[in-house]
């Protein structure tokens, strides 16, 4: 039912009784069956096989939930009251779980560690001026794991050895100060490292034990991308990465060490590999996932064919491989699908059948979502360019208002499965479009150096040019398209609408850069290894940084603008963005601003995401005609409307 909203959002005028219905679309899917906590995610199997650890909600937040594997005794280990946990790790024993604390909203994670059996939890890096990252287990040394933190240096982080029952660490190996990341071999050795230089170039260096001096094994320039490590043959003598030098495509590579020659594993000229699976028993790659339109696994070694072949059986959709118990024959996999939540299996590998763990969200179960289809036209200097089309179920594709949706990074790429913001878009009756505009990821590393320095310039263009494929086509109203995104994407709107000023009809902005010159300060403060990465990607002339940042030219802004804004976001300080929308109003444009206290970069908190999403329902509504929710108790915006 479409029914008028609180005073609350007054500023945005709405007017229910002029929106048109459309009684082919199906049902409203209430907002918070899209955004509540997903049921059952991110499942992990203990090393021996027994147990099954996930995330699930637990008082409102993500916690760490933990079965035993053919039982119906789940249990909640693990949970912060403040903030969600995103990510966890089996200890060796598989009776403990290290799980990252985010202490402080933006990045500033503690190490925790959890017993299975008590729920008793011990932060092993309580100090709270300190950054800590889990390095690296080995289900053979359970009492120790090693850790990477900036205890010594705040800029630069060490990897020390902790005890994990005494809490002790002991400094490892000492970053000189120009490492970026640490690799351990199968040992728990720090054999490998990435240099990060002022040019934007890197090496990958390695050493053949922790006494043994450091060497080149290679170099990287700037425009050859980034080199990934994922481990050590069972010998330790090889180390398999992803990387894109010397190609077009980011390639699986086996290096021989001592040879220091790289033997390609699996590739494609124009696609990169972006996942390799790792048998934890032999250590060699399984297969590899090369991500087209949809990524597809390839074996790598054809022992493991029949096993690629059986999987594709246990379920329809996109494989994940998730983890795998020590012995390498309980794998979890996951398959993800457009209209639909992704789906959990185990598979056991000796007898090449599937078991049904859960889905990430039941409740969508018969209801009516839409088909996402993979695009691909030409921007105006003739860059091919992939994206995605969502159509609204039950409607003819023709003149519907439309939503360009930017995927944040800039360094990432949108992806074929199920998205519920898009869902929940095309629900209200958008057309949703998501382009890989230059610069995104997956396309190899020719592609990627299209963007750079191209925030403002050809980033921004490849956005108009699909907004112009989609009208031209006749599936978008050209009156009628809205820009949305978070982050980068938020950059993105703002800088649409600045710099292009009538292109769009009206933009949704959350967390989005105004000003370049703050975001790399922000950089240079909490990550400065990744400086020389920004100083060719994006840029670090203050001139040309600052002509590239909305900030400067809000005054062009002259379309309706929503913004979402964290209060504790440091790379998207509220202060700047108070002066965006000052400077907005100064001219009487229409902008309706929301700050949420206890959020920092991008909303965590779900309950935030439910009001901030009825905000943007109203004001797309409004803007260009879809439908929308009423709000519901818990929904008040009042006290975060600026």
């Known amino acids: 039912m479409i029914r008028p909203l609180s005073a609350a959002l007054a500023l945005i005028c709405f007017d229910a009784g002029a929106l048109p219905a459309n009684a082919a679309l199906p049902s409203v899917i209430p907002r918070e069956t899209f955004f509540r906590n997903l049921e059952k995610t991110a499942p992990a199997v203990s090393p021996d096989g027994r147990r099954l650890a996930y995330l699930a909600p637990s008082g409102g937040v993500l916690s760490i939930w933990v079965r035993t594997l053919g039982l119906s005794d789940a249990r909640v280990v693990a949970s912060d009251p403040g903030r969600p946990i995103r990510a966890f790790l089996w200890q060796g024993d598989s009776r403990h779980v290290f799980y990252l604390k985010d202490v402080t909203g933006n990045g500033g994670t503690h190490v925790v560690v959890v017993n299975v059996a008590s729920g008793q939890a011990r932060d092993l890096t309580p100090d709270p001026a300190v950054r800590a990252n889990i390095e690296d287990v080995d289900p053979s040394d359970p009492g120790t794991i090693l ?36 690799f351990e071999d199968n040992a728990m050795v720090v054999r490998a490292a990435i240099v990060r230089d002022t040019d934007g170039s890197s090496v990958l260096e390695v050493r053949d034990s922790a006494i043994a001096p450091w060497r080149t094994l290679a170099t990287f320039a700037p425009d050859d991308g980034f080199d990934e490590p994922l481990g050590f043959s069972a010998d330790n003598r090889s180390l398999y990465a992803i990387e894109s030098k010397d190609a077009n495509a980011a390639r699986l590579i086996r290096y021989d060490l001592a040879a220091g020659t790289p033997t390609v594993v699996a590739s494609d000229p124009t696609y990169d590999v972006t996942d390799a699976f790792i048998d934890p028993r032999s250590h060699e790659p399984a297969g590899a996932a090369i991500l087209r339109e949809r990524a597809t696994w390839t074996p790598t070694d054809p022992r493991y064919a029949a096993d690629f072949e059986a999987l ?16 390498g024959n309980l794998w979890i996999a996951g398959y993800k699908t457009d209209d639909g939540p992704e789906t959990f299996y185990s598979y056991d590998r000796p007898t090449k059948t599937g078991t049904y763990l859960f889905s990430a969200q039941p409740e969508l179960a018969g209801l009516t979502l839409a088909k996402m289809s993979p695009i691909a036209f030409a921007a105006r200097d003739g860059l091919e360019l992939h994206g995605y089309l969502t159509l609204p179920p039950g409607v003819a594709p023709h003149a519907l208002p439309m939503v360009v949706l930017v995927h944040a990074g800039p360094w990432s790429r949108d992806r074929w499965g199920y998205d519920e913001t898009v869902q929940w878009l095309a629900n209200r009756g958008y057309a949703v479009l998501q382009v890989n505009y230059r610069g995104s990821s997956g396309y190899g590393r020719s592609f990627e150096a299209a963007g750079y320095r191209q925030w403002a310039g050809a980033m921004r263009t490849d956005l108009l040019d699909a907004k112009d494929w989609a009208t031209k086509n006749g599936v978008a109203d050209p009156a009628r398209v809205a820009i949305m995104g978070e982050s980068y994407g938020g950059y993105a709107v703002l800088a649409a609408l600045a710099f292009s000023p009538g292109s769009f009809a009206c933009g949704v902005d959350i967390a989005g850069m105004s000003d370049l010159g703050t975001l790399l300060a922000d950089v240079d403060a909490r990550t400065p290894a990744q400086r020389p990465n920004y100083a060719v990607r994006v840029g670090i002339d203050r001139a040309s940084l600052q002509s590239q940042s909305p900030l400067f030219v809000a005054e062009r802004i002259d379309v309706p603008l929503l913004v979402g804004q964290g209060l504790k976001d440091t790379r998207v300080p509220v202060r700047e963005t108070d002066r965006l929308i000052a400077t907005i109003r100064a001219r009487n444009a229409s902008v309706a601003y929301a700050v949420f206290p206890d959020e920092g970069h991008g909303f965590e908190h779900p309950e935030n995401n439910l009001r901030f999403n009825a905000l943007v329902e109203a004001f797309l509504a409004r803007n260009i005609g879809g439908r929308f929710e009423h709000l519901h108790p818990g929904e008040s915006l009042d006290p975060f409307l600026r």
């Open 147 to 182: 850790i990477s933190t900036n205890a010594r240096d705040k800029d630069h982080f060490d990897v020390y050895r902790l005890d994990v029952a005494r809490g002790e660490a002991t400094l490892d190996t000492r970053n000189p100060g120009n490492v970026d990341d640490w």
């Open 312 to 327: 594709g059986r246990v379920h329809a959709g996109e494989l994940e491989l998730l983890s795998a118990s020590a012995d």
